[in-house]
């Protein structure tokens, strides 16, 4: 009989290194290499930008300076950069800025703090609690739904045309957005860490404190980032009620005399205070968020 030889190639142990550092398949090019010869495709959204926050409020101000030296915008309909410069230097000399500005930001700060501090209370008694949420969720849900602009009159003929009017109606405009975004990440904290909580024995109070308010901080933040925006937008609305100082009884006397200049450099106080209040809470959201790691990190 005749033996039939095997062609089969034998490895060697040359041939199976060289083998495990060869290109993954001719079919899948994306496929990288382990051996680092290659970078690493990125997916994500890169290497965080210095003062990121400022880029397109720089550029909407260069496209403004540009369009009105060329004539392109009308010094009527919105009067020019330096124009708007030399106005902001001639009121802060005179004292009229910086007096209405720390009016504005007193009223602001106060109802803030009043209004982000109802919104966790109410979303901690509504997310932990089903009477809670029965109780605290529809009025809430009421209240977003009505304008500010509708609740003050009914506001005036309560509380009268004072600050304790002003304060009211912010806060509670203030309140919704913390109110929400922190309710909906309190009911999404994972189960398993409830269990684990009740398996160790923690009282309702370390709950609260180590698992519940800890998991609601995304959420918190979000909705504190919306309301300092509201805050600013809800003062616009309260300053022009009988109001003898702030940046929104300034706008107020100017468009009655028609000085758009100062309409404007209040427009620009509102963006700047807005901005810088993000700025702030997104400083303080990294800090105390630290722990997270996300796509947004």
């Known amino acids: 009989m005749t033996r039939t030889m095997s062609t089969t190639p034998t490895l060697t142990a040359d041939d199976n290194l060289t083998a495990q550092h060869a290109d993954p398949s001719p079919d899948y090019p994306h496929l990288e290499h382990r051996s680092g010869t290659q970078r690493r495709r990125r997916l994500g959204p890169g290497k965080a930008i210095p003062a990121s926050l400022a880029v397109g409020p720089v550029l909407l101000v260069v496209l403004w300076l540009v369009t ?63 009477i809670g949420e029965a109780i605290v969720d529809g009025p809430v849900q009421v209240k977003r739904a009505v304008p500010t602009l509708a609740i003050i ?3 005036i003929i309560w509380f009268g045309i004072g600050d304790t009017m002003k304060i009211i109606i912010i806060a509670t405009s203030v309140l919704i957005p913390v109110y929400i975004n922190t309710t909906a990440q309190l009911k999404g904290v994972d189960l ?30 979000t909705g504190l980032r919306l309301a300092v925006t509201i805050s600013w937008t809800a003062l616009v609305v309260v300053e022009q009620v009988n109001a003898t100082s702030g940046i929104g009884f300034l706008m107020t006397q100017a468009r009655l005399y028609g000085q758009l200049d100062i309409v404007v450099v209040g427009l620009l106080v509102y963006a700047v205070f807005g901005l810088a209040g993000d700025y702030a809470v997104r400083s303080i959201e990294r800090r105390a968020l630290s722990w997270r790691r996300a796509l947004g990190n």
């Open 68 to 130: 009105s030296q060329l004539g392109i915008l009308d010094p009527d309909t919105l009067p020019h950069p330096l124009d708007i410069a030399r106005t902001v230097q001639q009121m802060w000399v005179d004292g009229r800025l910086p007096a209405n500005i720390l009016s504005s930001l007193k009223l602001a700060a106060i109802s803030l703090f009043i209004g982000a501090a109802l919104g966790l209370a109410l979303a901690l008694i509504s997310g932990l609690s089903r």
């Open 153 to 155: 009159p009914l506001a």
């Open 192 to 221: 398993r860490h409830v269990e684990l909580a009740e398996t160790v024995g923690l009282s309702r109070a370390q709950f609260i404190r180590k698992v519940a308010i800890p998991g609601a901080l995304p959420g918190f933040f």
